[in-house]
């Protein structure tokens, strides 16, 4: 089974909607994140928990909401869906414990807002 | 600002070797990763350079010169699976990976 985990992998909406994507993570890592993925830019940070009580805002966090629900349970909700949010999102995980902090990616879920 | 430059694409042989560099200017270094991500799919971890010189790792290189804010990754031996995208991530000051857009490496026959 697949350490990082995430639901929907693809998933078409409209203007407007309310879109929740989930990230589960078997790695037993306390820190998660949520990056979108451009066609011609590099990964863009969202947001990112260190642990269940800390929540932080990344470089382009505006019209996105997260919870942690658990150690490993992070999900992003867009509130009021925009077609420029139409973008490749992936979680990633890091154990915080090692001086490389290395990042683990989930498979990625394909949004796409009409 | 903060800005990592890499080549947007490249080609090269199967069985050849090719070097991918990357420059970086950021607000702090604490490192700097290399990752592999096919079309599609998720970005795989390839190496981590802290210290100036090179790491190898099977088919693998990374080298770093802090003072110069350069890496490279070289791949020998190419084969037609190493076509895929490579990324270059820095992280700065607050820990905060920083992305290149990667490089699209096409292998041909």
């Known amino acids: 089974d697949a350490d990082v985990t995430q639901t929907p992998r693809n998933r078409i909406t409209k203007t407007g909607k309310r879109i929740m994507l989930e990230c589960s993570q078997t790695k037993g890592h306390d820190r998660m994140y949520w990056y979108r993925q451009d066609p011609g830019l590099g990964l863009r940070l969202i947001y990112y928990s260190f642990d269940v009580k800390d929540i932080n805002k990344g470089e382009i966090s505006d019209g996105y909401s997260v919870s942690r629900q658990a150690q490993a349970k992070f999900s992003l909700s867009l509130e009021s869906a925009i077609p420029n949010q139409t973008a490749l999102y992936f979680c990633a995980t890091s154990d915080g414990t090692t001086d490389t902090d290395t990042q683990y990616f989930g498979p990625g879920t394909r949004l796409t807002v009409l | 600002g903060q800005n990592i430059d890499q080549p947007t694409e490249m080609t090269a042989t199967e069985g050849a070797i090719v070097q991918i560099n990357c420059t970086y200017q950021t607000s702090g270094f604490n490192g700097l990763f290399w990752y592999q991500q096919h079309a599609g799919e998720a970005p795989t971890f390839l190496s981590y350079?802290?210290l100036d010189g090179l790491e190898e790792k099977g088919r693998f290189s990374s080298f770093l010169s802090r003072s110069k804010g350069y890496s490279y990754l070289l791949l020998k031996e190419l084969q037609m699976k190493d076509s895929a995208s490579y990324l270059c991530?820095?992280?700065?000051?607050?820990?905060?990976?920083?992305w290149g857009a990667g490089t699209k490496l096409i292998i041909k026959p």
């Open positions: 991530a820095v992280l700065d000051s607050n820990y905060q990976l920083i």
């Open positions: 350079n802290v």
